[in-house]
């Protein structure tokens, strides 16, 4: 029964979210589209740096090389091959750096993805530059809000199948035992490059793919627009929120914090800065460990059913 | 157990989100109510903070604010019927971001339901709302846009108006007046010149190259740098040596700054010195004294425009800064253009569009229209003489200044 009720419940909401343009207008749309965008990056950010507590900066990196890729090829290359096309040259990136980076750990990494987002945004605007003798692209594609709604939630429901498949699989074990301790995921036999590599790659190929479906929506594309650091710490600070190690955690950190963002923007303008500051300096004091992880302890006190020192270990 | 409960908490927590979102999603919807007019919803998304907060708050929001001051102390705006509307602003700061703005305009079409809304500043954000602006009928009035691509443009967003012109209008300009300084002898028909690797620069130069080349100017120093730069003395340097006597930059404001700094510093005194944006910044002249006399660059004034002169002195009583020398004139001619044009045909956006496409009206810049949706009378060149900067390019429209070639030396302080 249970067995049955979760996927039944799963296809309901997707269902759901896959009927609201019928119904909401067209700032409906553009609020969807806003946040199935960050929840599908702070998923996609959380199935790699969740587990293995690696934080990680580069998520504009890759979401610019998605726009970057649409705006250079929107007009020889037809729509869903750009798609392709810009999730494999995300991927390329995604081995090189990481097969030269991965080793790198705590803060060293934190820097380091920090450093690519400018890096890839001076490479591009270094070519740019001297290569193309331009600097802005237009994009005119025939692309619906709409369409850019259906893409985007498709690819978070994606998104959230593989980090539910990973989750449950032998590489997510070997992940979590990553996470807590190289050196006893090493001496376990768990080739610990190769784990990384590949999850490093999915989850740069999903934030690629969220850059490139999104890009048509901007119309001009320059390196200051399509490589925004803003989008790296939204994505962390909302991951962070909803517990970046569980499968639910990113969502329910991603789409309140957007619908506060969005409230705060329309309502308070010109203080959206100092209240964004306030929010963020209370996640941390408030829910270090994301909402999930308090709701469930406080859940716990409040039951006084379970035993006190049972280690909070994801599902 | 104990995983049964996790589980059922977690799933009654992701489902009561997605309720919310959806709720909240179709819910923002149909808040504003139908009420008999007492204002007019003017509304816009501007980059109060952010890496463009600097150019939006010295040629845009100062002339919004200006405008709206001077629209509702006169008793709001005028209808075709004679009644006379306040305005009512909304404000959002779209934080420098392109997703931001792209929301911020959809939220003022489809939430605030404002009758007009007024332009964000830049090229990119001007493009990346244009299609919003169409597909909800608002005509839009690009003031800080400077684009080769208008034509293209128009024939894409039909109620899309361009107002600045393009690079090649400018590097055309720049280019016969070093052709004509060439041909009397005051240069040597060698140029230096380097531009900011960034939108406004590269686009500038990409026209330069074959405008100066057609012109017969050699370009015997063209070097590229990066936004942010500090010292340019290496680059002066260079220039200095490269045998040319005239020096360009298309620069942004902290580099013109400096390099007019550097350049005294260094005692590089070009005949023809040619500076970026910024050149026509109020502190720019008043930083600079005299040693400003001779410098060019973009935009300029007409000096004996009694209307523009009472709109700069009004600008600096309202706002507390005087407005620069390109920009700001245009954007509060623009908004002249909408009010006259509202005046005609009210608050029907689809005629408002038309009528500013075909009208001719009286602005702060004289008798202003449109050709083919975008703004032609402009000053191409421009340049310092005895504290105004004033407009040498194009030199058939009335009431150009005479272009002072060489400049002179620089005086020491």
Known sequence: MIRLLSPAIFLAVVAALAYVPFVADSYGVTLGIGMLGYVTLATAWALFSGPTRYVSLATVAF??????????????????????????????????????????????????????????????????????????????????????????????????????????????LALKVIGDDEVVAAHCGIDIARVKLALFAISSVIITLVGAIQAPRWTYVEPVIAFNPTISFLTLIMALLGGANRLMGPILGAVPLFLLFEWLSANFPNHYSIILGLVFIAIVFVLPRGVLAFAEENWKRWRRTTPENLPAVAE | ????????????????????????????????????????????????????????????????????????????????????????????????????????????ATQDKVDFILVPWGTGFNLAVAPLFDRHGYPQLAVSAVTDKAPDFVKRWKKSFWMLGGGHDYAKALAKILADAKKSGVVNGKVAMISVADGFGIDLVTAARPAFKEAGIEVSYDKTYPAGTSDFSPMINEAKVSGADAFVAFSYPPETFALTQQSQVASFSPKVLYLGVGTGFPAYGKNNGENANGIMSLGGIDPNNQMNANYRKRHEAVTGVAPDYWGSVITYASLQMLQEAIKRKGLDKAGVSAELASGKFQTVLGETKFEDNQLRQLWWTGQWQNGQFVGVMPTERAGVSKVMLPRGEWKKK
Do not use: C, H
């Open chain 1, 63 to 172: 979401f610019g090389i998605g726009a970057y890729t649409v705006a250079v090829f929107s007009e020889t290359i037809p729509y869903p091959l750009l798609l392709v096309t810009a999730g494999a040259i995300g991927l390329g990136v995604a081995v090189v750096v990481g097969f030269s980076t991965l080793r790198l750990a705590g803060v060293y990494f934190v820097i380091f993805t920090f450093g690519l987002a400018e890096l890839i945004r001076q490479l591009v605007t270094w070519y740019e530059v001297n290569m193309a003798g331009t600097l802005g692209r237009y994009i005119f594609l025939p692309v619906t809000p709409e369409g850019i709604y259906w893409q985007l939630l498709a690819l978070a429901t994606i998104t959230f199948l593989i980090s539910w498949w990973i989750g449950r699989s032998r590489i997510g």
């Open chain 2, 1 to 108: 157990m104990n995983s049964f409960q996790r589980r059922r908490v977690l799933r009654t927590m992701a489902l009561a989100t997605t309720m919310l979102a959806a709720g909240v999603m179709t819910g923002f919807a149909g808040t504003a109510a139908a009420q008999e007019r007492k204002s007019v919803k003017i509304g816009y998304a501007i980059s109060k903070t952010g890496g463009n907060a600097g150019g939006a708050g010295i040629t845009t929001l100062p002339n919004y604010k200006l405008w709206v001051k001077d629209v509702n102390d006169a008793g709001g705006l005028e209808m075709p019927d004679g009644k006379k509307l306040p305005i009512e602003v909304i404000e959002y700061d779209d934080r420098s971001s392109a997703e931001e703005v792209v929301r911020a305009v959809e939220r003022l």
